[in-house]
T-cell receptor, first 111, second 113 residues
Framework: DAKTTQPNSMESNEEEPVHLPCNHS???????IHWYRQLPSQGPEYVIH???SNVNNRMASLAIAEDRKSSTLILHRATLRDAAVYYC????????????FGQGTRLTINP | NAGVTQTPKFQVLKTGQSMTLQCAQD?????MSWYRQDPGMGLRLIHY???????DQGEVPNGYNVSRSTTEDFPLRLLSAAPSQTSVYFC????????????FGPGTRLLVL
């Protein structure tokens, strides 16, 4: 399975944008890029996913590099509730939902 | 909808004991899976099911059994608990194998002494 690399931790301030990077240099052409987050003492929660084009939803935006070897999850205006571990995951297209979680990025939001 | 529910929330076992972790979903999802999460680590897939009567192994299946007799339920059985199985267990479901969104339960924290 293709692997992802994320920083162990990041810190930001409330109401500021947050850019969470993910490197996936061995991504294949059919791999989807998924982001999940895990709030303290909870199960993971789906955030967003994409294949080639940038994606937006009510929670976040996903910017995908043209060569697809990296992506960035963007939280436009962080709140304290966004403090969580964020996982960048590659899921093979056409394959079962066997998500492979790395260690993720622990995001701290300062008030 | 209750979503994905898991019971119990917390369990203590002695080495060698067996138990079943329960997982249920009321969203009529075909795909269900079990993950374990060790302290400071990401989740690892134990077993999954693409529909009633069909199960398959994930990344770390040893020491665990599953069955899927109904669409709603996907229990995880520990045959003979070991301290290495101390972990937090999460159940997840999605509409089918190819849906993009998986819904996770709140987890069961298991301590094996």
């Amino acid at each position: 399975d293709a692997k992802t690399t994320q920083p162990n931790s990041m810190e930001s301030n409330e109401e500021e944008p947050v850019h969470l990077p993910c490197n996936h240099s061995t991504i294949s052409g059919t791999d989807y890029i998924h982001w999940y987050r895990q709030l303290p003492s909870q199960g993971p929660e789906y955030v967003i996913h994409g294949l080639t084009s940038n994606v937006n939803n009510r929670m976040a935006s996903l910017a995908i590099a043209e060569d697809r070897k990296s992506s960035t999850l963007i939280l436009h205006r962080a709140t304290l509730r966004d403090a969580a571990v964020y996982y960048c995951i590659l899921r093979p297209g056409g394959g079962a939902q066997k998500l492979v979680f790395g260690q993720g990025t622990r995001l701290t939001i300062n008030p | 909808n209750a979503g994905v529910t898991q019971t119990p929330k917390f369990q203590v076992l002695k080495t060698g004991q067996s138990m079943t972790l329960q997982c249920a979903q009321d969203m009529n999802h075909e795909y269900m899976s079990w993950y374990r999460q060790d302290p400071g680590m990401g989740l690892r897939l134990i077993h999954y099911s693409v529909g009633a009567g069909i199960t398959d192994q994930g990344e770390v299946p040893n020491g665990y059994n599953v069955s899927r007799s109904t669409t709603e339920d996907f229990p995880l059985r520990l045959l003979s608990a070991a301290p290495s199985q101390t972990s937090v267990y999460f159940c997840a479901s999605s509409h089918d194998s190819y849906q993009e969104t998986q819904y996770f339960g709140p987890g069961t924290r298991l301590l094996v002494l």
